[in-house]
Structures are given as C-alpha cells and as structure tokens.
C-alpha cells in the first residue's frame, strides 16, 4: 500500500491550495484518513481528520479556513487550504488507516508535500 501526496507549492498570503492524497496497493478497505503538518525544528502536528463516514475533525488554527473530504471510490482524500498564512508553511503528510487484502488493519504515511506561504 502506498500513499502519494501531490498539489503543494508556493503560495503568496491570502491564497489557497489543494492537497490530494491518493492510496493504492492491496486495499480491503480504508477506515480514518488525515492531514498532519511539521514546520521546521516542529514536532509534527495533526491538521484535519476525516472517518469513513464523513465525520471531521480539525486543530484549532485552521477551523473556518481549511476542509478535509474523501473520495472512497478513488480512495483519495483532499485538503482545501484557503486564507493561508506565513504560519501555515510546512510539510504535509497524508497518514491513513488500511486494512489489507489479509484483513489486518495498518497504518501508512506519504512521503510529504511541501506548502510554503510567502510573499
């Protein structure tokens, strides 16, 4: 199983970007889904969760300004980040709950994306 970020960048203040996320790989299943961010000298930090039925979760510096949702036919989950700040510069790491072919329930990470926020 492999999780695969995409869609950061550069992004001035102010502006938006969307992170994808996709799974593939020997999948029975995807239980909880979910974005976590580490600044530099940070220690990693959850930002958003989502369940598989839809229930989300978010750290309180991105409530009303960031959105967490899921495709469960694509096995993707998706990252809407408006009104960024300079604070928001980080990489972002897709993390998931799996349950595999052979029914045992794993946890898995992507490699990161970066989002820098600058003018």
């Known amino acids: 199983v492999q999780l695969v970020e995409s869609g950061g960048g550069l992004v001035q203040p102010g502006g938006s970007l969307r992170l994808s996320c996709a799974a593939s790989g020997s999948i029975f299943s995807i239980n909880y889904m979910g974005w976590y961010r580490q600044a530099p000298g940070k220690q990693r930090e959850l930002v958003a969760t989502i369940t598989s039925g839809g229930t989300t979760n978010y750290e309180d510096s991105v409530k009303g300004r960031f959105a967490i949702s899921r495709d469960n036919a694509k096995n993707t989950v998706y990252l809407q980040m408006n009104s960024l700040k300079p604070e928001d510069t980080a990489v972002y790491y897709c993390?998931?709950?799996?349950?595999?072919?052979?029914?045992?329930?794993?946890?898995?990470w992507g490699p990161g994306t970066q989002v820098t926020v600058s003018s």
């Open positions: 993390n998931a709950l799996i349950v595999g072919l052979d029914y045992v329930l794993r946890g898995y």
